[in-house]
């Protein structure tokens, strides 16, 4: 158990529907990251949030969203579903040091 | 921005054999390095990092990696694979902001 926890495990859902995916950070951690991996794009970073704060976007579309809340779990809700996002979202959390841990992800899968 | 290529996408050693897996990054400034695994399913797990002072680092799971500023790489070694250690695995470098840019990863596949 890294300490970082993701929910759902696994996610189906239709076309155009909507989604969201939560994370519990590690104790005491202020940074949550959401990536997303597919086996054509890989690792892609989608946004950061710190204390609450948005501290970076990366490739993330507009019909996705994220927010951190005062406990410093996130949300990252999905909306229009298409089938390319199918593919396993992960959220890591970081400290004071360097590094990130990794939750086991959420594999959402789209029909 | 900072980048980081690993140059290979799929590797295959014997069990027992030595492992060498190769980064290269871009990163204007003293980077922060990290090498992560991931089983199948799973998330990824940080192996070992660098930020500064001895080139050479330790991990977990006996990797080491080592640190060449003149070549912009940071290579993770292992002396002697085992059959558990068939996984990806994934190079990144950090900004002092806090954001990380991972590599494409590389399979690795450990013959019996």
């Known amino acids: 158990d890294s300490g970082v926890t993701q929910t759902p495990k696994h996610l189906i859902t239709a076309t155009g529907q909507r989604v969201t995916l939560r994370c519990s950070p590690r104790?005491?951690?202020?940074?949550v990251y959401w990536y997303q991996q597919s086996l054509d794009q890989g690792l892609q970073f989608l946004i950061q949030y710190y204390n609450g704060e948005e501290r970076a976007k990366g490739n993330i579309l507009e019909r996705f969203s994220a927010q951190q809340f005062p406990d410093l779990h996130s949300e990252l809700n999905l909306s229009s579903l298409e089938l390319g996002d199918s593919a396993l979202y992960f959220c890591a959390s970081s400290g004071d040091s360097y590094g990130y841990t990794f939750g086991s992800g959420t594999r959402l899968t789209v029909v | 921005a900072q980048s980081v290529t690993q140059p290979d996408i799929h590797i295959t050693v014997s069990e027992g054999a030595s492992l060498e897996l190769r980064c290269n990054y871009s990163y204007g400034a003293t980077p922060y390095l990290f090498w992560y695994v991931q089983s199948p399913g799973q998330g990824l797990q940080l192996l070992l990092k660098y930020f500064s002072g001895d080139t050479l680092v330790q991990g977990i799971k006996g990797f080491e990696a080592e640190f060449k500023r003149s070549q912009s790489s940071f290579n993770l070694r292992k002396p002697s694979v085992h059959w558990s250690d068939a996984a990806e695995y994934f190079c990144a470098v950090e900004t002092n902001a806090g954001k990380s840019t991972f590599g494409d990863g590389t399979t690795l596949t450990v013959k019996p």
């Open positions: 104790s005491g951690d202020l940074s």
